[in-house]
């Protein structure tokens, strides 16, 4: 039986509802819930604040000594031979809680001056190749888009890829579609399809990226959707001088490849 089990049953055995056992003991029913779901183990002084109200020892309600029959159990029916054992069960027991929560807080106390001593760093256009095809159908006015981008920077990061579009009336770009990625192996894939254009209306990929506070973004390609009838387009990468989408700029950013790669849309 665990200990959220026995507190369960003492309770019921005392006619207390969780309220009822949480006014006494100075805590909400929430905690009296998780006390008997196992989800929170109770502090020290409640463990010894329950025994008293229930009339057992610390030892007997933390499982380690027999509970007394319910007709004559409690500190009344205990004989000095007896007391000397139960009070060292009851030093044990806080001891050991109280090692346990010395522990636990020294290790967030060593995670948080780790992170201080040691902050992780913001890379600055971590993306170090694109590759990417593309293919349009200016029957329906849209077009398919693959990439594939390499990184060592962005394993555990949370990535997003976000596609613009240029709005003539709000004379600048719109996002259109976003997706996950998910960096293995240094790579990542990602694919937009069936995504409306229009000629001359420039579209933009880039990507953002988060780790715990930390936040940057990194602009990919720009593609020029030229011809009415028949597919001219163009492709480049953003520069500095040049910014794709209007992004925070902390430095220029390195120089990377893009490469054209028609097979990742067959």
Not at 108 to 115: A, V, W
Not at 157 to 170: C, G
Request: negative net charge; aromatic residues 8%; glycine residues 4%.
């Amino acid at each position: 039986m665990t200990l959220g089990q026995r507190i369960q049953e003492l309770r019921k055995r005392h006619n207390l509802s969780q309220e009822a056992l949480g006014e006494k003991l100075g805590v909400s029913r929430q905690a009296i819930s998780r006390w008997e779901m196992d989800g929170a183990v109770p502090e020290v002084d409640k463990l010894i604040a329950m025994a008293r109200l229930f009339h057992l020892t610390v030892g007997q309600l933390l499982g380690e000594e027999a509970l007394a029959p319910a007709s004559g159990f409690g500190p009344e029916t205990s004989s000095p031979s007896n007391r000397r054992p139960q009070l060292l069960t009851v030093l044990c027991a806080a001891l050991a809680l109280a090692a346990l929560v010395s522990s636990g807080l020294a290790f967030y106390f060593y995670q948080r001056l780790d992170s201080l001593l040691n902050p992780p760093l913001l890379p600055i256009a971590p993306v170090s190749q694109v590759e990417y095809a593309y293919s349009a159908d200016y029957g329906t006015g849209t077009f398919d888009l693959a990439m594939e981008l390499s990184s060592q920077q962005l394993r555990d990061w949370e990535v997003v890829a976000t596609l613009s579009a240029y709005d003539l009336e709000r004379k600048r770009p719109v996002p259109v579609a976003e997706e996950e990625l998910s960096f293995r192996e240094d790579s990542a894939s990602l694919r937009f399809e069936a995504v409306p254009f229009e000629p001359y209306h420039d579209i933009y990929i880039h990507i953002s990226y988060t780790h715990d506070l930390l936040a940057g973004q990194q602009e990919l390609l720009i593609i020029h959707p030229k011809g009415k009838t028949r597919p001219m387009w163009e492709v480049e990468r953003p520069s500095s001088s040049t910014p794709a989408v209007e992004l925070p700029r902390l430095s220029d950013p390195p120089d990377y490849q893009a490469v054209e790669n028609p097979s990742l849309l067959t």
